[in-house]
């Protein structure tokens, strides 16, 4: 016989009574948030999505050397790894082997070999070029970099011009994560008020949206984004090709979206609660707003977290055939161009490591977007 | 049935109408027009000097001086009455010739990707839906989120790397060099036929990962029905069983997403052509772009597209066949 008594509950019981109070009275974000914490794939995928994007922000920081930066006695060399032993015993501090120059017995051509006979040391925080971090806090510290100021330190090597394949991807990870950002923003709210005026205003107008919502989505699209892309005159700046860019991927990124929210606005148009609004006078665009939009914005966010890596592969795709962004900037697809043939991945496979961050980080964001239909589905649990 | 396919003709139809007007646009944007690219062509290097008026003789005499619209109609008119598609400058000869039968190309790799794409993921997916929760489907997850995230581009430089390094081959291409230039014939078929797989595999790749997701959700639907258990009861053999219902049904949104897969293939063809030195349509359409020789990449988007919206339309057939309902509007 159990005690039904409200006053009489075991510790246990108690508790329980706490947790199902604390659920039910949880608002639906908190709720998404703590589902969303279960997903163990989807925290790590945003870990590790987050990292990247530190690394893209702090890039000026994290790498030891700029964009453009050459060093001309490593040309095309090979990643150097820091170690603490070697033929001529250990250190306790980590050090990389000087560079010499030798010339190829064969070809004559002269190339750069690691001198195990010296040793230059790896600090941190070590002085190197002066720069501004987000743009405003001048340093000439870098997070690593060797004791030596004259010698270089190169962890994944070097491009045949002699610039530092770790400090471009950085600086590309943030080239190529602001325009996903930038293009998914632009395509979001054009999706926004396009599916909103189609699924609100319905007959005639979303009859015309619709026709031309499928003719967009019939052309094949990167095609499409190359014609774009190949317009811009060749005399534009970087900065105006980098907004041009993040505006042709937002222009044609919305078709999906704008159906989904026309879609949801078409079947909650009739509720109840909408045509109350609507008799006691709401305007239009504070009845979408206000009233019907929270019903699905976690879909809605969930479907522009799944739209990133359509935006960054596009972004990649079309600046590694050359028609989207241009040298000096460089994104993941600008640098992957260098390694666009198989012999110079043969000879020098270090200027691949761009696409392992394409592959993570559209991975990632895969990740996370599944973690989250789940999270922000209310029927995923049942409790 | 026949009304169903009238209406949909007639939306096709509708639909190209818009593309090519959206096509003639993108063939408007670049800064310039064709006369003063074709006089730079003609005469740069040869000395000879342009004034202002031999570009504006070039103009007239190509009708460029005309209002949009009506280089649209001119435009569009050839392409329907007389399968003109303009002038490719960069080769001083018609679209039509420059094209050629790079057409056929690009549908033989077309057709291939597909082939390759339905082959492998209904009956993978089926299995998995099948043997749900096993090692088997674990990993075919793990590889279809792979499928999403590995773009085409670099599976296919990855793929050259090493083949190169295993084989010393180089496996690009879609002709042996001793066939590239030489006229059509059985053998050149043939070569044609064994340098297929690669694109085909490669273009396949991101369509067999989603494919094979569809296919496993709504096998793993159909499955559960209580038709299914009936059958089951009545002791029809479970592999009778699973292709008379379950599978039959798990097809359908792989036959409504036929145009869609044409779409992404096309989408992709041009990037993964330069990687693997194809030389059709996508190839073409890149170089077009950068020479600016806007007649053929706007005939090229136009026919890529052309190819899409049919591809839809046989879908939206097949699956009215397939379904019934879907054409009583249901």
Known sequence: MTDITPGALSPEEERDRQQRLKYYSASQWTLIWWRFRRHRAAMIAAMVLGLMALLGIFAEFVAPYGVTTRDANYLAGAPQMPKFCDENGCSLRPFVHG??????????????????????????????????????????????????PDARLHIWGTDELGRDVFSRTLYATRVSLSIGVIG???????????????????????????????????????????????????????????????IILGLFGWPTLARRIRSQLLSIRGEDYVIAARLAGARPRRIIAQHMLPSFTSFIIVDLVISFPYMILSETALSFVGLGLRPPTVSWGVLLQQAQSVRVIEQTPW????????????????????????????????? | MLRFT???????????????LMVFI??????????????FRKYSGTGVSVTASDIEAIRVELGLDKPMMLRYLDWIGGIVLRGDFGQAFAFETSVVKVIGDKVWLTLAILLSTLLVTYLVSIPIGILA??????????????????????PNFLLALILLYFANKWFGADIGGLFSAEYADAPWSLGKAWDLVKHLWLPALVLAWSAVAYQIQTVRATMSDEINKLSVTAARARGVPETRLLLKYPARLAINPVVS???????????????????????????????????????????ILLLLTAVVVFMNFVSDILLAWLDPRIKLGA
């Open chain 1, 184 to 246: 998914v923003m632009i395509s979001f709210v054009m999706a926004l008020v396009i599916g909103g005026v189609a699924g609100y205003a319905g007959g005639l107008v979303d009859n015309v949206i619709q026709r031309v919502t499928e003719v967009i989505r019939v052309v094949p699209i990167i095609p499409l984004y190359m014609g774009l892309a190949a317009a811009m005159p060749k005399e534009w700046s970087t900065t105006q090709v980098y907004f041009a860019m993040t």
């Open chain 2, 257 to 299: 997403t036929i145009g869609f897969d044409v779409n992404r293939i096309f989408s992709e063809l041009p990037i993964v052509a330069v990687v693997l030195g194809l030389t059709e349509l996508g190839e073409l359409l890149l170089q077009a772009y950068l020479d600016l020789d806007m007649y053929v990449a706007g005939a």
């Open chain 2, 26 to 39: 993108i063939m408007e944007l670049p800064p310039g027009d064709y006369a003063d690219r074709y006089a």
């Open chain 2, 6 to 20: 009238a209406e949909r003709l007639v939306g096709m139809i509708v639909t190209m109408l818009l593309v090519s």
């Open chain 1, 351 to 383: 200027l691949f490591i761009p696409a392992a961050f394409v592959v993570v980080a559209v991975l990632a964001f895969t990740v996370i977007g599944d973690g989250l239909r789940d999270a922000a589905d209310p029927y995923s649990e049942t409790r």
């Open chain 2, 129 to 150: 839906a099948v043997r749900r929760g096993s090692a088997a489907d674990y990993g075919l997850t793990v590889i279809s989120y792979l499928g999403l995230a590995l």
């Open chain 1, 99 to 148: 560079v010499k120059t030798e010339r190829d017995p064969v070809t004559l051509r002269a190339k750069q070999v690691p001198d195990p006979g010296t040793r230059v040391h790896v600090t941190f925080l070590a002085r190197g070029e002066p720069v501004k971090v987000l743009g405003f806090i001048p340093t000439d510290r870098h997070l690593f970099g060797l004791e030596d």
